[in-house]
């Protein structure tokens, strides 16, 4: 397929505050962006040029989205890989169904890290309160965390495991669902390389960001990270492999843990990414103009930093400091127009930079 020209349709699955900053980048390159999303009031339909309301398994609503755009995608890994595989048949889905149906399972993230040789935690699957009671603190050693192998974000569906004591609660967390149960890495820094990969298979990444979270949700991403070169040399390999190995078309984020002088592949994102927003301001060309670059089949951008930069997260009211940010030089804010703030939800972020130092 030919790169498509200005004037033509992006259909994106979901329609929060991603999918609206996908489509603010689609616009300045001529391109309009059709929305398909459950919630009616999502932040995404203010700045669409259409948009449609149905659920994700709704199959006639899924027929007359693919008739109204020219390519699809998606704004966050939770879309069911079904809706994904239907549309495959109708439209070009980039990224499509083998990425999701990868990232959507912590097992097969886990497993696709160590296929190549990456490093991960330790971990093991762990399906009934049976399983859990054997494993935990044999197999895996305490301190654990177990998680649902599926679903889950920012913290949910994950809980901690410090004794056997725990056990019980830990599960009843997961609520009967499929789990993996993962040692603690000893880390000294978190980090993501934000890539990207082309229809034709050509690859560009940004250099890695330096993540602090709070309460498990991202905090600040700052750039340049503190990091070996060596290992940023390392991360961004496993990024690229990653990336080919999923025959992936989009943006691509990969979280690592960075240990003493070695990188532990932490999750997989097939999106553009919370750690990347920070490209909004501080290059030419963000993650989200890439990702639709990337989709839509033109060649990918630059992906040189022009300034140093920490992104910071505006949870629930914070956001209401807008004017007092809006004030500031060097600040670049955004906010993702959702009506209702509530505490730990994700209202916005800002950008601070200053001028590169290296």
Same mark, same amino acid.
């Given at each position: 397929?030919?790169?498509?020209?200005?004037? +033509?349709?992006?259909?994106?699955?979901?329609?929060?505050?991603?999918?609206?900053?996908?489509?603010?980048?689609?616009?300045?390159?001529?391109?309009?962006?059709?929305?398909?999303?459950?919630?009616?009031?999502?932040?995404?339909?203010? #700045?669409?040029?259409?948009? &449609? !309301?149905?659920?994700?398994?709704?199959? +006639?609503?899924?027929?007359?989205?693919?008739?109204?755009?020219?390519?699809?995608?998606?704004?966050?890994?939770?879309?069911?890989?079904?809706?994904?595989?239907?549309?495959?048949?109708?439209?070009?889905?980039?990224?499509?169904?083998?990425?999701?149906?990868?990232?959507?399972?912590?097992?097969? @993230?886990?497993?696709?890290?160590?296929?190549?040789?990456? &490093?991960?935690?330790?971990?093991?699957?762990?399906?009934?309160? =049976?399983?859990?009671?054997?494993?935990?603190?044999?197999?895996?050693?305490?301190?654990?965390?177990?998680?649902?192998?599926?679903? $889950?974000?920012?913290?949910?569906?994950?809980?901690?495991?410090?004794?056997?004591?725990?056990?019980?609660?830990?599960?009843?967390?997961?609520?009967?669902?499929?789990?993996? %149960?993962? $040692?603690? #890495?000893?880390?000294?820094?978190?980090?993501?390389?934000?890539?990207?990969? $082309?229809?034709?298979?050509?690859?560009?990444?940004?250099?890695?960001?330096?993540?602090?979270?709070? /309460?498990?949700?991202?905090?600040?991403?700052?750039?340049?990270?503190?990091?070996?070169? @060596?290992?940023?040399? @390392?991360? !961004?390999?496993?990024?690229?492999?990653?990336?080919?190995?999923?025959?992936?078309?989009?943006?691509?984020? !990969?979280?690592?843990?960075?240990?003493?002088?070695?990188?532990?592949? /932490?999750?997989?994102?097939?999106?553009?990414? /919370?750690?990347?927003?920070?490209?909004?301001?501080?290059?030419?060309?963000?993650?989200?103009?890439?990702?639709?670059?990337?989709?839509?089949?033109?060649?990918?951008?630059?992906?040189?930093?022009?300034?140093? #930069?920490? &992104?910071? /997260?505006? %949870?629930?009211?914070?956001?209401?400091?807008?004017?007092?940010?809006?004030?500031?030089?060097?600040?670049?804010?955004?906010?993702?127009?959702?009506? =209702?703030?509530?505490?730990?939800?994700?209202?916005?972020?800002?950008?601070?930079?200053?001028?590169?130092?290296?």
């Amino acid at each position: 397929m030919s790169a498509l020209p200005p004037g +033509s349709v992006i259909g994106i699955l979901g329609g929060g505050q991603l999918a609206r900053m996908l489509v603010l980048a689609a616009a300045p390159l001529g391109l309009k962006c059709h929305i398909f999303a459950p919630e009616t009031d999502s932040p995404a339909f203010q #700045v669409s040029a259409s948009h &449609m !309301v149905a659920q994700y398994t709704d199959e +006639s609503a899924l027929l007359e989205f693919a008739a109204e755009v020219d390519v699809v995608t998606y704004e966050f890994e939770n879309v069911p890989v079904a809706a994904v595989e239907f549309l495959e048949k109708l439209k070009p889905v980039r990224p499509g169904s083998k990425a999701l149906s990868v990232a959507q399972d912590r097992l097969k @993230e886990k497993w696709l890290a160590r296929d190549m040789g990456a &490093m991960t935690a330790d971990f093991t699957s762990v399906d009934s309160l =049976e399983e859990l009671r054997k494993r935990a603190g044999l197999m895996i050693e305490y301190p654990s965390i177990l998680k649902t192998t599926r679903l $889950g974000y920012d913290g949910k569906g994950q809980a901690k495991l410090h004794s056997e004591s725990d056990i019980d609660a830990a599960w009843a967390v997961m609520k009967n669902q499929p789990a993996i %149960l993962e $040692g603690f #890495v000893h880390f000294d820094r978190e980090i993501s390389v934000i890539c990207a990969r $082309g229809v034709d298979g050509a690859f560009a990444a940004y250099e890695p960001t330096e993540n602090v979270h709070r /309460n498990h949700i991202l905090h600040t991403s700052t750039v340049p990270a503190v990091l070996d070169v @060596e290992l940023a040399i @390392e991360a !961004v390999y496993l990024a690229q492999r990653m990336a080919d190995t999923l025959e992936y078309v989009g943006v691509l984020a !990969v979280e690592f843990f960075v240990g003493a002088h070695s990188l532990y592949v /932490n999750e997989i994102a097939p999106r553009v990414h /919370n750690s990347g927003h920070w490209t909004q301001d501080a290059c030419v060309v963000s993650q989200f103009e890439q990702h639709i670059r990337s989709v839509a089949g033109w060649p990918l951008g630059a992906t040189f930093r022009h300034s140093d #930069v920490v &992104m910071t /997260n505006l %949870l629930g009211d914070e956001a209401d400091a807008w004017e007092k940010l809006a004030n500031q030089p060097n600040l670049g804010l955004h906010l993702y127009g959702k009506a =209702e703030s509530r505490p730990g939800r994700k209202m916005g972020h800002y950008n601070r930079i200053t001028p590169r130092q290296g």
